[in-house]
């Protein structure tokens, strides 16, 4: 199982950034996925997550700015990051649950509940 990120950099303050996660290895439809944040001497924290079924949580600090999205036909779970601050500042990780079954309708924003993770991804905001 393959979990490839792309789109981070470096941007300032307000700008936009769109963070791309390629999944390969296991079945995308069965999948229920999210997006991680690690800043530099803090926690790995969850920051969205999408369904199966496209029901979607957010952060507080990130809902408005932050949209997840699933494409079933790409296998691909991006994060468009909009009105970024210096606080967003991490690297971001794409993680996927996979072998579910069912309505699909729950979302898992615990890290201890994925199977499989990205490399990573640094995103830096200037301010």
């Known amino acids: 199982v393959q979990l490839v990120e792309s789109g981070g950099g470096l941007v300032q303050a307000g700008d936009s950034l769109r963070l791309s996660c390629v999944i390969s290895?296991?079945?995308?439809?069965?999948?229920?996925l999210g997006w991680f944040r690690q800043a530099p001497g803090k926690e790995r924290e969850f920051v969205a997550a999408?369904?199966?079924?496209?029901?979607?949580s957010y952060i507080d600090p990130v809902r408005g700015r932050f949209t997840i999205a699933r494409d079933n036909a790409k296998s691909t779970v991006s994060l468009q990051m909009n009105s970024l601050k210096p606080e967003d500042t991490a690297v971001y990780y794409c993680?996927?649950?996979?072998?579910?079954?069912?309505?699909?309708?729950?979302?898992?924003?615990?890290?201890?509940?994925?199977?499989?993770w990205g490399q990573g991804i640094q995103v830096t905001v200037s301010s």
């Open positions: 993680a996927a649950k996979a072998n579910l079954y069912g309505t699909g309708t729950i979302f898992y924003s615990d890290a201890l509940d994925y199977d499989y």
């Open positions: 290895g296991v079945t995308f439809s069965r999948c229920a």
């Open positions: 999408i369904s199966r079924g496209g029901v979607i």
